[in-house]
């Protein structure tokens, strides 16, 4: 392999700057030439390609974002915007391609490598919902800045002897919500992935009131119902002081973590080896704190999974 392209794809997260990095000094630390390609695969229909230098990715594994940029491209869904893809890569001489994003971008990339063009996923989004790997590149950054709001809504719960209802980030996941309700001492954590009655719910609280607890927090993961829906349900329920509070965007910016920086740094260099090593159509992860790949078909495959042992603890930790 003589060139390789990295592109960045769906949501932004925190690291995936550090990833960028690790591709292009991985990459010319063993002579092979990188192109950062901007904008996701709009841009790579575009032709938006640009050489990268060491120097091109200098100053920016502290910075949240990505300087690639990136979109998201319902033409490249399409047979014909993946071609027009291939042909881009062909005319730039691009045999091999990092795809940094979430599972809609694997996808991309699976569609590229049986064009092809091998491609190596590298699990950059905050909501920790893909397959083949115990953490994706963003989680942990996420995490501290939910529980930095958490800590800070609770000083005001405690205060005015409020319930507070946060809503957070996810998708389809409960992920962020699990780790940073189980972080941040919340009475009740709200996930798609499992059914909570709301009986259930209000007896908790209830129970809470009469040991004479001063505020109560619960976690709302967006992919089960939005936290202005949730308040106005249990406000039908309860004669309690509910606010609510969307975290929103917050959560996927900011200056990457440690943790996060070290596996995007990790990811981003396996990535490339594999390329070299000439294994297309796989995705790397971390499992037990070790750097794994697997086949991004595969990973597309299967169904995400929450830590139910964690969620079971959160409910024993907040009787
Ligand atoms: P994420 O990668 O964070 O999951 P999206 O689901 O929006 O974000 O996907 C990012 C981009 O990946 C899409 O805008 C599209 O260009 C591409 N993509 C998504 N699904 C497919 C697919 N089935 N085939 C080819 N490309 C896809």
Same mark, same amino acid.
């Given at each position: 392999?003589?060139?390789?392209?990295?592109?960045?794809?769906?949501?932004?997260?925190?690291?995936?700057?550090?990833?960028?990095?690790?591709?292009?000094?991985?990459?010319?630390?063993?002579?092979?030439?990188?192109?950062?390609?901007?904008?996701?695969?709009?841009?790579?229909?575009?032709?938006?390609?640009?050489?990268?230098?060491?120097?091109?990715?200098?100053?920016?594994?502290?910075?949240?974002?990505?300087?690639?940029?990136?979109?998201?491209?319902?033409?490249?869904?399409?047979?014909?915007?993946?071609?027009?893809?291939?042909?881009?890569?062909?005319?730039?001489?691009?045999?091999?391609?990092?795809?940094?994003?979430?599972?809609?971008?694997?996808?991309?990339?699976?569609?590229?490598?049986?064009?092809?063009?091998?491609?190596?996923?590298?699990?950059?989004?905050?909501?920790?919902?893909?397959?083949?790997?115990?953490?994706?590149?963003?989680?942990?950054?996420?995490?501290?800045?939910?529980?930095?709001?958490?800590?800070?809504?609770?000083?005001?719960?405690?205060?005015?002897?409020?319930?507070?209802?946060?809503?957070?980030?996810?998708?389809?996941?409960?992920?962020?919500?699990?780790?940073?309700?189980?972080?941040?001492?919340? &009475?009740?954590?709200?996930?798609?992935?499992? #059914?909570?009655? *709301? =009986?259930?719910?209000?007896?908790? %609280?209830? !129970?809470? $009131? +009469?040991?004479?607890?001063?505020?109560?927090?619960?976690?709302?993961?967006?992919?089960?119902?939005?936290?202005? &829906?949730?308040?106005?349900?249990?406000?039908? #329920?309860?004669? *309690? =002081?509910?606010?609510?509070?969307? %975290?929103? !965007?917050? $959560? +996927?910016?900011?200056?990457?973590?440690?943790?996060?920086?070290?596996?995007?740094?990790?990811?981003?260099?396996?990535?490339?080896?594999?390329?070299?090593?000439?294994?297309?159509?796989?995705?790397?992860?971390?499992?037990?704190?070790?750097?794994?790949? +697997?086949?991004?078909?595969?990973?597309?495959?299967?169904?995400?999974?929450?830590?139910?042992?964690?969620?079971?603890?959160?409910?024993?930790?907040?009787?």
């Amino acid at each position: 392999m003589k060139r390789m392209g990295v592109l960045t794809s769906g949501g932004d997260s925190p690291g995936m700057n550090a990833a960028i990095r690790a591709v292009v000094r991985k990459a010319i630390y063993h002579n092979i030439e990188v192109y950062g390609i901007y904008n996701g695969y709009q841009g790579l229909i575009n032709g938006n390609i640009e050489k990268m230098e060491i120097g091109s990715v200098g100053d920016i594994i502290q910075r949240g974002g990505t300087i690639l940029r990136s979109a998201r491209c319902p033409e490249f869904v399409t047979k014909e915007g993946q071609q027009k893809g291939v042909e881009q890569l062909k005319k730039f001489g691009i045999e091999g391609l990092v795809v940094i994003g979430g599972d809609g971008s694997y996808r991309g990339a699976n569609a590229l490598t049986n064009l092809g063009i091998p491609c190596i996923g590298v699990p950059g989004t905050i909501d920790n919902d893909i397959c083949g790997t115990d953490f994706t590149i963003g989680f942990d950054t996420a995490l501290n800045t939910v529980i930095d709001a958490i800590d800070k809504i609770r000083d005001t719960a405690s205060s005015h002897e409020r319930t507070f209802v946060i809503e957070v980030m996810g998708r389809n996941a409960g992920d962020i919500a699990l780790w940073s309700g189980l972080a941040g001492g919340a &009475e009740t954590i709200l996930i798609p992935e499992a #059914e909570e009655s *709301m =009986d259930e719910i209000i007896a908790r %609280l209830k !129970h809470g $009131q +009469r040991r004479g607890k001063k505020h109560s927090i619960i976690i709302v993961a967006e992919g089960v119902m939005s936290g202005v &829906e949730f308040a106005e349900k249990l406000k039908k #329920e309860i004669q *309690m =002081d509910v606010r609510v509070s969307v %975290l929103g !965007h917050i $959560q +996927r910016g900011g200056s990457p973590t440690v943790r996060d920086r070290v596996i995007a740094s990790r990811m981003g260099a396996r990535a490339v080896e594999l390329l070299i090593e000439g294994k297309g159509g796989r995705a790397v992860g971390i499992v037990n704190n070790e750097i794994i790949d +697997r086949p991004i078909a595969e990973i597309l495959d299967q169904p995400h999974t929450i830590d139910m042992q964690m969620f079971e603890l959160s409910k024993e930790l907040s009787i």
